[in-house]
């Protein structure tokens, strides 16, 4: 019923604008870190070890919660679109995204050290010596960057796999959101058993990011974004993440650089305080548009 698809967008999303995150102690994706948790040593054979756990543990969380929302669905159909409305709930995520990047940007001016101490729980670097230019270009890269891995992918799973079953829908976005943690957990180059995981993200995220890339440039109304962004693509290790963080660079006109790692637009100036929150606020939109469209996608 294309209805209740529909619906699950939009209570995924309207409890997310509530109620932000669960607490950790309670919260799905965290007991699936935990899970991956023990893979995170040495091993003899870690490329091995690493394709099992790539090709097996999000399998066994997406079939967990397809089994959930196929016996919700047995209740009834509206009892099948809450329980996938929970599903993207826990499997999706913008306010959180969203008060993070804000509360870095913000702090950047009153309170650096309070910033440095607040940026590693939106993105993954040493933000010790961070001027205050660098840490909103930080802010700005990371929920860029989020977009695509904690919205647009997982939503896209969802949306495309609708018209399928609600269940099978579900288990998409529970699948893709599973890829992003078992990358994020250990597809470091400093960690073999993370190779695997961080392939298959690579080729998860192909599209979704893309996507992004084109959502943030339609709301910041500048669409030639994308294309300036595709100049510095090479600066990226990742062959994803620099789409979104080249076209919020293009967007805004500022320079975004993870030291040590890449600069996106070298020539501009790294983002001031409203630029920042310019550019947040474009990550904002861009996820609300993102989230009207996957509605209305799996309505048909």
């Known amino acids: 019923m294309p209805l209740t698809a529909s619906v699950a967008v939009g209570l995924g999303f309207a409890l997310d604008v509530a109620l932000a995150e ?27 070890v690493g394709v099992l756990a790539a090709l097996c543990l999000p399998v066994l969380a997406a079939v967990v919660t397809g089994g959930v929302v196929w016996t919700a669905t047995q209740v009834g159909p509206w009892a099948g679109a809450v329980a996938a409305g929970l599903v993207l709930y826990v499997t999706t995520s913008l306010r959180m995204l969203v008060s993070e990047a804000l509360g870095v940007v913000g702090r950047s ?21 961070l001027s205050p230019g660098e840490l909103r270009s930080a802010a700005v890269e990371s929920a860029a960057e989020n977009l695509a891995d904690g919205l647009v992918a997982p939503l896209l799973a969802f949306a495309v796999l609708a018209p399928v079953s609600l269940s099978l829908a579900a288990a998409g976005a529970t699948w893709v959101k599973a890829v992003n943690t078992l990358d994020s957990m250990l597809g470091y180059r400093s960690k073999p058993v993370g190779r695997a995981s961080a392939r298959l993200d690579d080729l998860v995220m192909w599209i979704p990011a893309r996507l992004s890339a084109a959502l ?13 962004a595709r100049y510095w693509l090479d600066e990226v290790p990742s062959p994803n993440s620099g789409w979104p963080m080249g076209t919020v660079a293009a967007a805004l006109d500022v320079r975004l650089e993870k030291p040590g790692v890449y600069v996106l637009n070298a020539g501009a100036p790294f983002p001031d305080v409203r630029t920042a929150r310019r550019g947040v606020q474009y990550v904002a939109a861009a996820g609300v548009v993102a989230v009207v469209l996957a509605g209305v996608v799996a309505w048909f």
């Open 22 to 48: 669960l607490p950790t102690a309670v919260h799905p994706v965290a007991w699936f870190g935990r899970l991956v948790g023990p893979l995170d040593r040495e091993w003899r054979r870690p490329d091995l």
């Open 109 to 129: 001016e009153r309170d650096v050290e309070a910033a440095r101490e607040s940026l590693p729980a939106l993105a993954g670097r040493d933000a010790s010596a």
């Open 216 to 228: 943030l440039a339609q709301t910041a109304r500048r669409p030639a974004a994308v294309l300036r």
